[in-house]
């Protein structure tokens, strides 16, 4: 659900943050207060496509930041975080989206950058904006098929096909694989085994170029190397006058001494021990300068060893891991190629066996579909009767694909061999046609309220926001979609925009919309609404004013239709 939403700088928004609840929210104003603004910063937060129109006069940036929280049960939603390591901080989501007047742009969800896809994607799980003809779930064809199932209790069956379509798809395409040529199977036979027997001649070890590497630099700078050995251990050690002599002098000194003041001990000790490591060192020096030698012929072998190293990583890899990598996987495929024929035809009778338990499944599939799609049908029609369209029809259509020309055989997609689609008529002895025809968004609206009141318990989709809904219907109508509302709120949390008395009162969290003058400038702004700050509103709604007459009226509609525990 949502939480919070800031707005900065948006069209007449300057500075705006507001808390919601869950249930039904409604937002309520005098026309032009800016109630279509709020609906379009979330529109605008939820991907929708925007300008720098949308900018405040005189600004640099638009920001548009919420918070929400995710239900633990909304698992297309989680996984879709999971997939990309976006934390969900015990499924609390800030999402952030800043437009700049240079047209630059930038989104997050928590403190991970995205694209504006990927946010109407992560948020398509999360909420749905009903009465304008974008971002709405309702306009998608593939989405009439997601609904079907969940009416008819088809998601895990859908799931399940899905699933072992893709395996399908991916058998085919090995079998594709297969099939080419024998010519090309045998020249990348011969290409396979060339370099499997290339890298293990070679017999490369991890880490060998780098140790070959200082080797030969050793052995390409020996003389240097020999003068600054011969010069250090004639100063240390060889010298009638080295550190070490000189060191030996103070410590059989020291000793002497502290053996007439045993104040020196401490000090003859520290001396001891200094020159024994000294005594060390030179002994390990002595050693190396003892093994050292040049040998020419060894400077050839590393270097021809790193120059095979470099013509192999240059053909098969970086480094000698990726190298035995690359043999490993070579040993792998050649088993497979070797294997040629009996891969082939374990690989066709899975398929075959896979295509046939397929074809079966979207047989069963498709006729629950058939089956649900008439009750879906009619109790769709049955609930927009009562939301002011009673002569509009309403049938979900499942239709087949196709056949495929050669074999007569259905055509079977990711999800089965159906076409689903919803389809309307909202006058008599019209033809249905399809929803997006339908030219009123308040027309829209509603047939989306009578299938989120159908889905309730289904539907994933936490937050649904309906603008428009009112549009050309009063009267019991009016009354039929504020209980419609009411009950979806329940369960979800909504948000309304309406000039509808009889559909305010219905509110669990009432909201105003105002528009305030402060010399040139013009703000908008939103505040939630007291007991008697709403009885007031309310009364505005039935007859512009606050009056005794008006004031009775509001108090008996909200005694009658109030939410109470």
């Known amino acids: 659900m949502l939480e919070e939403l800031s ?243 103070v410590k059989n000194s020291l000793e002497s001494a502290a053996a007439v003041d045993v104040s020196l001990q401490a000090l003859s000790r520290r001396i001891d021990d200094l020159y024994y490591e000294a005594d060390d060192a030179a002994d390990q020096l002595r050693s190396y300068r003892d093994t050292l030698s040049y040998d020419p012929s060894r400077l050839e072998a590393v270097e021809e060893r790193l120059a095979l190293l470099y013509r192999l990583k240059k053909k098969y890899g970086e480094n000698e891991e990726a190298l035995l990598a690359y043999r490993e996987n070579a040993e792998t495929e050649i088993e497979a190629l070797s294997n040629y024929e009996e891969n082939r035809d374990r690989l066709k009778a899975e398929t075959a066996a896979l295509e046939k338990d397929i074809a079966a499944r979207a047989q069963a599939i498709s006729s629950r579909r058939r089956e649900a799609a008439v009750r879906l049908g009619r109790r769709i029609g049955e609930i927009l009767g009562s939301l002011g369209m009673p002569k509009a029809k309403f049938e979900v259509s499942v239709g087949i694909k196709g056949r495929n020309a050669a074999t007569g055989n259905l055509i079977i997609g990711p999800w089965g061999a159906d076409d689903v689609e919803f389809l309307i008529s909202a006058n008599p002895g019209e033809p249905v046609k399809d929803l997006a025809r339908i030219a009123s968004g308040g027309e829209l609206s509603r047939v989306m309220l009578a299938i989120k009141t159908v889905l309730t318990g289904a539907d994933t989709v936490e937050t649904m926001i309906f603008d428009e809904i009112d549009t050309g219907i009063g009267g019991e109508v009016a009354l039929s979609v504020g209980q419609y509302l009411a009950e979806i709120g329940r369960v979800k949390q909504i948000f309304c925009v309406t000039h509808l008395a009889s559909i305010a009162v219905r509110a669990d969290n009432h909201l105003m919309v105002t528009k305030k003058t402060d010399g040139s400038r013009t703000h908008t702004a939103v505040s939630a609404l007291k007991p008697r700050e709403r009885r007031a509103e309310i009364a505005r709604m039935l007859a512009g004013d606050a009056g005794s007459a008006a004031l009775a009226h509001a108090d008996e509609l909200l005694a009658k239709y109030s939410r109470r525990d």
């Open 7 to 249: 707005v900065r700088n948006y069209a007449l928004i300057d500075q705006l943050s507001v808390s919601f609840e869950n249930g039904l929210n409604i937002l309520t104003g005098e026309t032009g207060a800016g109630k279509s603004i709020i609906v379009g910063s979330l529109g605008f937060l939820f991907g929708g496509k925007a300008d720098t129109d949308i900018i405040r006069s005189g600004a640099e940036e638009a920001s548009v930041s919420a918070v929400l929280s995710v239900n633990k049960d909304n698992g297309e939603a989680l996984r879709w975080l999971e997939d990309r390591d976006i934390g969900d901080d015990d499924r609390r989501i800030i999402l952030r989206r800043n437009l700049k007047a240079s047209g630059r742009s930038s989104i997050f969800i928590q403190d991970v950058p995205v694209t504006r896809n990927d946010l109407a994607e992560f948020t398509s799980f999360l909420f749905d904006i009903h009465g304008q003809h974008n971002h709405q779930s309702l306009l998608r064809r593939e989405s009439h098929r997601v609904y079907l199932d969940r009416f008819a209790g088809l998601e895990e069956e859908s799931a399940e096909f899905n699933r072992a379509f893709l395996e399908l798809t991916e058998k085919r395409r090995a079998i594709d694989s297969y099939l080419a040529s024998e010519r090309d199977r045998e020249a990348r036979l011969e290409l396979l085994r060339y370099a499997v027997d290339e890298i293990a001649a070679a017999a490369p070890r991890t880490g060998e170029s780098r140790e070959l590497e200082a080797e030969a630099a050793k052995l390409g700078d020996f003389e240097k190397l020999a003068g600054l050995i011969a010069a250090g251990t004639g100063a240390f050690f060889d010298d009638e006058s080295s550190a070490l002599g000189l060191l030996r002098r």
